[in-house]
């Protein structure tokens, strides 16, 4: 798995392990945020028998990323790492294009060179740009994301597609859908709300909160991860959501419950780049993977606030 000390990914490797899999990890810790939390991500797999352990190093390192899977010999790959994050690719394009573009055609060439059986690929609701009207359904043209984050992520899943074709390897693209809970990076809004309103600091909030975003539990997303890998054939692309879309305001008032505290505003002016709403159709998923998410946003920010706090 790459990316694997990350928040889904160290969590997915959690799953594995607890249903007898057998699991290692690549990831290059990169510095986005501290290190100490992707170590601590990770401290639960490294006491179980059957993980296989950590390869670190870049993507983009072709004979690192071969020799890892040459240690390893994978049967299944799942593909989390990339530089993400919508705002961060507005300032830094040319990087992001880097790793998320020439970084999953190593690890692609890799997994075919390794004769692979099934590959997951996470991309993102990013790729579906702006959409008037309705949930995102993945039939629906991916062809006008507007960042170079969702740019990337449609252009793994052609680089995906394209593996596919040249070899038979089953591949499957997973759009994930503003997954939060325990784990989840501290700049990511329902983690940096809650910091900052425990703190008694104001919280920034673009526009006037009403963006719609379709936040999906982190362990559903997880769950839809497994349910994929282990079905995977041929090519799929699915969307990983809750399928019920809140706005910002009702993240903040959701938290301002679980806190039992009132937020603190500063209003800043919409961000460049930002969708104006995210909505997850999961039929597709649901009928073929059996994917019913069933954590409501008040029951998922409570259990991210209790395990926020117990982490002091």
Same mark, same amino acid.
């Given at each position: 798995?790459?990316?694997?000390?990350?928040?889904? #990914?160290?969590?997915?490797?959690?799953?594995?392990?607890?249903? #007898?899999?057998?699991?290692?990890?690549?990831?290059? &810790?990169? +510095?986005?945020?501290?290190?100490?939390?992707?170590?601590?991500?990770?401290?639960?797999?490294?006491? *179980?028998?059957?993980?296989?352990?950590?390869?670190?190093?870049?993507?983009?390192?072709?004979?690192?990323?071969?020799?890892?899977?040459?240690?390893?010999?994978?049967?299944?790959?799942?593909?989390?790492?990339?530089?993400? #994050?919508?705002?961060?690719?507005?300032?830094?394009?040319?990087?992001?294009?880097?790793?998320?573009?020439?970084?999953?055609?190593?690890? =692609?060439?890799?997994? =075919?060179?390794?004769?692979?059986?099934?590959?997951?690929?996470?991309?993102?609701?990013?790729?579906?740009?702006?959409?008037?009207?309705?949930?995102?359904?993945? +039939?629906?043209?991916?062809?006008?994301?507007?960042?170079?984050?969702?740019?990337?992520?449609? #252009?793994?899943?052609? =680089?995906?597609?394209?593996?596919?074709?040249?070899?038979g390897m089953a591949v499957t693209c997973l759009r994930f859908f503003n997954a939060y809970g325990?784990?989840?990076?501290?700049?990511?809004?329902?983690?940096? &709300?809650?910091? *900052?309103? =425990?703190?008694?600091?104001?919280? *920034?909030? &673009?526009?006037?909160?009403?963006?719609?975003?379709?936040?999906?539990?982190?362990?559903?997303?997880?769950?839809?991860?497994?349910?994929?890998?282990?079905?995977?054939?041929?090519?799929?692309?699915?969307?990983?959501?809750?399928?019920?879309?809140?706005?910002?305001?009702?993240?903040?008032?959701?938290?301002?419950?679980?806190?039992?505290?009132?937020? *603190?505003?500063?209003?800043?002016?919409?961000?460049?780049?930002?969708?104006?709403?995210t909505w997850a159709s999961c039929a597709l998923a649901a009928a073929e993977l059996g994917y019913?998410?069933?954590?409501?946003?008040?029951?998922?920010?409570?259990? &991210?606030?209790?395990?926020?706090?117990?982490?002091?």
């Amino acid at each position: 798995m790459t990316g694997g000390a990350g928040a889904i #990914g160290s969590l997915l490797v959690d799953a594995l392990l607890a249903r #007898g899999d057998t699991v290692a990890v690549l990831d290059s &810790f990169h +510095d986005f945020y501290p290190r100490a939390r992707k170590e601590r991500n990770l401290a639960h797999a490294k006491s *179980q028998p059957r993980f296989a352990g950590v390869f670190e190093g870049d993507i983009r390192d072709a004979p690192f990323v071969a020799r890892a899977f040459e240690s390893f010999a994978p049967r299944h790959v799942v593909h989390l790492a990339a530089r993400a #994050g919508v705002r961060p690719s507005l300032e830094d394009p040319v990087t992001y294009a880097d790793v998320n573009l020439v970084g999953t055609s190593v690890v =692609l060439n890799a997994s =075919l060179h390794a004769r692979v059986e099934r590959f997951a690929f996470a991309s993102s609701s990013t790729v579906y740009g702006e959409r008037p009207r309705g949930a995102f359904t993945e +039939d629906l043209p991916a062809d006008r994301p507007v960042s170079p984050y969702g740019a990337t992520k449609r #252009g793994g899943e052609l =680089l995906c597609h394209a593996a596919h074709v040249s070899s038979g390897m089953a591949v499957t693209c997973l759009r994930f859908f503003n997954a939060y809970g325990p784990r989840m990076r501290p700049d990511l809004a329902v983690h940096k &709300f809650a910091t *900052q309103m =425990l703190a008694d600091k104001p919280i *920034q909030v &673009f526009g006037d909160g009403s963006v719609e975003r379709d936040f999906t539990y982190v362990t559903e997303t997880v769950d839809g991860i497994v349910r994929a890998l282990d079905r995977a054939r041929e090519y799929h692309v699915y969307n990983l959501g809750r399928g019920k879309p809140v706005t910002v305001n009702d993240i903040i008032a959701s938290l301002e419950r679980a806190l039992g505290k009132r937020a *603190q505003r500063e209003t800043l002016p919409p961000a460049p780049g930002d969708l104006p709403r995210t909505w997850a159709s999961c039929a597709l998923a649901a009928a073929e993977l059996g994917y019913a998410p069933k954590i409501d946003l008040d029951e998922g920010v409570a259990r &991210f606030v209790r395990w926020l706090q117990e982490r002091g």
